[in-house]
C-alpha cells in the first residue's frame, strides 16, 4: 500500500426474501462505492440479484462484484468494505487466513461456499482491503441505504451489470425532509475512514455508528 494509492469505501448490505422457508429463496445484495474525486466524493451503486439464494452467498457475491468493478480502473485501491454480515466480515478477517495456512480446510466439516469464499479470496488480492462490520438496521445511514438497494434488488430481481450512477443523494435528501439524519454529514463519514488510511491505521473490527 501506498501513500498514493486511491481510497474506495464501500458499504455492503444484503436480503433474502424468504430465507428458512421451503421452495426458492430469491436474493439480491446492494452497495454503495464511494471515491475521492478532484471535485468531491463521487457515488455509484452496485447489486445484483438471484431467483434462489441466502444470505450468506448474496453477502458474498457482492463483495466480488465490488472488488472486481473497482479492478477494471487499473489502479490498486485501498478499499474498506463496510457490511453488516458477520460472516462476511468475520470470514475475510479471521476465518480465509486460516483456512488458507490449512490448503482451505476447516479442522472440522466443510467449507460453505468455498468456491465462492476462494473467488473473493482471489479478488481482495488484487487491491488492499480492510473489512469492517457495523449492526444493521440501527440507524447507520449507508447501511440503511445499501440495504434498500438489496431489498430493491432481491423484490425485482434486478442487476446493475457493474457500478451505476448513485440515488443516495436524492434517497439522503428524502430521508432528511421525513426528519432523519439531519446531523448527518455523508462526506465527512467518508472523511474519517480516509483519514485512517492515509495515516497508516488498521481499521477498526466494528465501524462506527
Not at 124 to 137: E, F, I, L, Y
Request: net charge neutral; glycine share 8%.
Amino acid at each position: 500500500m501506498t501513500a498514493s494509492s486511491p481510497i474506495a469505501v464501500v458499504h455492503l448490505d444484503e436480503s433474502c426474501l424468504g430465507n428458512g422457508r421451503e421452495g426458492q429463496t430469491p436474493g439480491g445484495t446492494g452497495g454503495l462505492i464511494e471515491v475521492r474525486t478532484a471535485t468531491g466524493v463521487e457515488r455509484r451503486d452496485i447489486y445484483l440479484h438471484h431467483p434462489d439464494t441466502t444470505n450468506n452467498r448474496m453477502a458474498l457475491e457482492g463483495a466480488i462484484a465490488t472488488l472486481d468493478v473497482l479492478a477494471r480502473k487499473s489502479h490498486r485501491f485501498q478499499v474498506v468494505i463496510v457490511s453488516d454480515s458477520q460472516y462476511l466480515i468475520r470470514g475475510m478477517r479471521e476465518w480465509v487466513p486460516n483456512w488458507k495456512a490449512r490448503n482451505w480446510r476447516r479442522k472440522t466439516g466443510a467449507i460453505e461456499n468455498l468456491e465462492l469464499w476462494q473467488r473473493l479470496d482471489r479478488t481482495a488480492a488484487r487491491h488492499d482491503v480492510q473489512w469492517t462490520w457495523v449492526r444493521g438496521h440501527r440507524g447507520h445511514v449507508k447501511n440503511e441505504y445499501s440495504n434498500d438497494l438489496a431489498v430493491l434488488a432481491a423484490t425485482e430481481q434486478r442487476t446493475s451489470n457493474g457500478a451505476v450512477a448513485s440515488g443516495f443523494a436524492e434517497w439522503f435528501v428524502n430521508k432528511q425532509e421525513a426528519g432523519k439524519y439531519l446531523t448527518y454529514d455523508p462526506d465527512e463519514s467518508f472523511a474519517a475512514l480516509e483519514r485512517y488510511l492515509q495515516a497508516g491505521k488498521p481499521i477498526p473490527l466494528v465501524a462506527a455508528e
